[in-house]
Structure formats: structure tokens, C-alpha cells
């Protein structure tokens, strides 16, 4: 059984450019959310894919977007990168929307600066 | 909206002795669960251990063990017999429980826990 992996481990963009990053689910699981974690912080919830719907968002910008496909892989997606975005990005993967009672698994990151 | 604090930005204990992390919340709701993560320099978050709010009983695993006051909105982790190990950054982090929605964690700012030889 492989864990969440996430691609790539490191970028460097500059300021308004576009960005994607990648998140394979652990084997079995049809959630996957996504969190920004800057230097310092702890995480912050972006949102939430189920079934390859989002359903539920933290709050951010719609800048932020993002897709889940049919095998449950995901994508976040920013436009018109800032400064701030500058930060970890953490995808964790559960078999079903109430995490609560199976256990969500975090990716080990893609770390995003932008200059 | 619900927020976590953690007042100790960093601990310190040495190793096989007891530590004690602390952790508040502010919120609400009356259905909810808490948690502590571990995050090692690999930065892969590890789920250490998780309370149900509607739980009295404090909940254990191995080593790890909560002290869960629900209306002094207080959460907090103990390590017994540190290891080294568990050198890593700890948080705490709520999330609401039913009532629809996908809200994601809420987590504190995170405490560094070192643990000396």
C-alpha cells in the first residue's frame, strides 16, 4: 500500500506566474484536502475534494483551485502568484468525507516560493 | 470562527522524562474533535492521537495521552518516557463535528518539542 505522495518537492516562481501541484492519494481513498502551511504557521485549510467535487473551502481566494480525478489524484492550481503564497503545501487523503472516523494521511509537501 | 492557541513555541525535556504540551480552543459548537499532530523535519504530518469532545474519557496511546477539560476549552498532550524520536513539531488542530460541510482543521500554531540526550 503506497502512502500520499506529492509532486514535485521543491518549485520557485515569480511573482504572477501560474502554478500546479500534484497529490496521489493513498490507495483506497476518494477525499483529499489540501492545506497552505507558511514558514512558522501551522497549517491553513484550502479545501476539500470528494468524489471530484469540492466540498468545502477554507478561506481563500478563488485563485486557488483545484481538481480531483477519476482516480482520485488531485491538482491545486494558483494564479497570479503573491509573495505570500510563498509557503508548504500539504495534501492529506481519507477514505471518505468523514475523516473524523478514518484517518486522514498527509503528504510530506511541495515547498512554493515565489520571488 | 474557531481558533486553536499554543503558548509554548517551544519545549524542552530530557530524554525518558514526561512532558506536557499545551493547547486552547475557542468555539462554539458543542460536537467537535481534537487533535495532535507530529510534523518531523520530514514535514509529513503523523497523526499522534484524536479526542471526540462528547468523550469524557481521555484518550491514551501508548506514550501519548490528552488531558481533555471541555469547559475549560483546554487540550493537552503528554509524552511519557520520551524518546528521541519524538523530537519533532507538535499541533493541535479542531474540527467541527456533524452538521455537513467539509470545514478542514483548524490548527495552532504548533509547539517544537527538542528532546535532549
Known amino acids: 500500500e503506497t502512502g500520499v505522495t506529492q509532486s514535485p518537492t521543491h518549485l520557485i516562481k515569480t511573482r504572477g506566474q501560474q502554478v500546479t501541484l500534484r497529490c496521489s492519494s493513498q490507495s483506497g481513498h476518494n477525499t483529499v484536502s489540501w492545506y497552505q502551511q507558511a514558514l512558522g504557521q501551522g497549517p491553513q485549510f484550502i479545501f476539500q475534494?470528494?468524489?471530484?467535487?469540492?466540498?468545502g473551502r477554507g478561506n481563500f481566494p478563488p485563485r486557488f483551485s483545484g481538481l480531483q480525478f477519476p482516480n482520485y489524484s488531485s491538482e491545486l492550481n494558483v494564479n497570479a502568484l503573491e509573495l505570500d503564497d510563498s509557503a508548504l503545501y500539504l495534501c492529506a487523503s481519507s477514505l471518505g468525507r468523514d475523516y473524523l472516523r478514518n484517518e486522514q494521511f498527509f503528504g510530506p509537501g511541495t515547498r512554493l516560493t515565489v520571488l | 470562527a474557531q481558533t486553536v492557541t499554543q503558548s509554548q513555541p517551544e519545549m524542552s525535556v530530557q530524554e525518558a522524562e514526561t512532558v506536557t504540551l499545551s493547547c486552547t480552543y475557542d468555539?462554539?459548537?458543542?460536537?467537535?474533535?481534537l487533535f495532535w499532530y507530529k510534523q518531523p523535519p520530514s514535514r509529513q504530518m503523523i497523526l499522534v492521537i484524536r479526542?471526540?469532545?462528547?468523550?469524557?474519557q481521555n484518550a491514551t496511546e501508548n506514550r501519548f495521552s490528552v488531558n481533555f477539560q471541555k469547559a475549560a476549552k483546554s487540550f493537552s498532550l503528554k509524552i511519557s518516557d520520551s524518546q528521541l524520536g519524538d523530537a519533532a513539531m507538535y499541533f493541535c488542530?479542531?474540527?467541527?463535528?456533524?452538521?455537513?460541510?467539509?470545514?478542514?482543521?483548524?490548527f495552532g500554531k504548533g509547539t517544537h518539542l527538542i528532546i535532549q540526550p
Open positions: 488542530a479542531y474540527r467541527r463535528g456533524s452538521g455537513g460541510g467539509a470545514d478542514g482543521l483548524t
Open positions: 468555539t462554539s459548537e458543542s460536537d467537535y474533535y
Open positions: 475534494y470528494y468524489r471530484e467535487e469540492e466540498n
Open positions: 479526542q471526540e469532545a462528547y468523550k469524557q
